[in-house]
């Protein structure tokens, strides 16, 4: 068992092309070990502090709302709130490239 709290995700928009999920994450909770399947784009919502753990350690990284980022497929961590409010973020994951509609 885990001694931090769960996040909490919401899937907002779930088809062949792309996944959006807001993630919400109170203060020390984590998203779980996981591997990013496709490319992503995370969106802060709000500024804070997460910590990624790989498997080679830890990095902390401050955020700050509407900074966007992209990571490439293939990405494997857990990423707990290190900060000293709730941090909220929305994902974008790229299922697939270049399908018209």
Known sequence: ???FAAAVPTVQVDNARVRVT???LPVGAHTGW?????DYIVVPL??????????????RTELK???SYFRQAGVEHDVINAGAAEFTFVEVEIKAHGIKN
Do not use: C
């Open 1 to 3: 068992m885990s001694e």
């Open 46 to 59: 709000t500024d804070g502090v997460l910590a990624a753990v790989h498997g080679d350690g830890e990095r």
């Open 34 to 38: 996981h591997r990013h399947a496709y």
């Open 22 to 24: 807001e993630w919400r």
């Open 65 to 67: 709302g509407g900074a």
